[in-house]
């Protein structure tokens, strides 16, 4: 007797489901100082440290892949080797002056539409055009990632920019605007994610 297998049924099956591992990932951002005075400025290379996610990865119809991410933004800290107190008001203009992160504690990105292709064995070149929501403002966010999957373990890795003025953030300035940040923001990541049985 033969019986009709539904195609959705099948797809499910295969999708497997990672959770993603802040421990063994690195996710930063880098702003880039202009103006007069941007060679005495800082260009911060600021830590992501502290996020969550979960994944759905489809090897065989990556279309079916989705991803969620959440980053606590009170936990944003610069990275770059500077002085205590420029440490300090690095940090205290990005969660007061950019993040507000008392008011808006998550960036969240959130990904159902993917499109991609296998590479070699076990490794993926993958398009997320996701919905990216920071300080309480959500657009659209394209990234590109290069997937690679061992075992039960799921590796990606890439970049993206952001305009801060996509999101009503103001450029932050010093020294009366004789230094700046660019407008734009470069993100880059290494993400670890495990199999969930």
Known sequence: MHYAVDPDT???????????????????????????????????????????????????????????MVI???????????????????????????????????????????????????QYRVALNGELTLRGIERTQAVSARVSVAGSTLRATGDFSIRQSDYDIRPVTALGGAIKLKDELKFAFDISARQQE
């Open 10 to 68: 099948v797809a499910e099956a295969a999708t497997a489901h990672y959770i993603v591992q802040a421990s063994g990932s690195t996710f930063r951002v880098k702003a880039t100082a202009t103006g007069m005075l941007s060679a005495l400025g800082h260009s911060p290379t600021i830590a992501l440290p502290e996020f969550e996610g979960e994944v759905f990865f489809h090897p065989d119809a990556i279309e079916k892949s989705s991803l969620r």
């Open 72 to 122: 606590r933004a009170e936990a944003l800290t610069v990275m770059d080797d500077v002085s205590a107190n420029d440490r300090q008001e690095i940090n205290r203009k990005m969660h007061q002056e950019v993040l507000e992160s008392d008011s808006y504690s998550e960036i969240v990105y959130e990904c159902k539409s993917v499109s991609g292709s296998k590479s070699g064995d076990g």
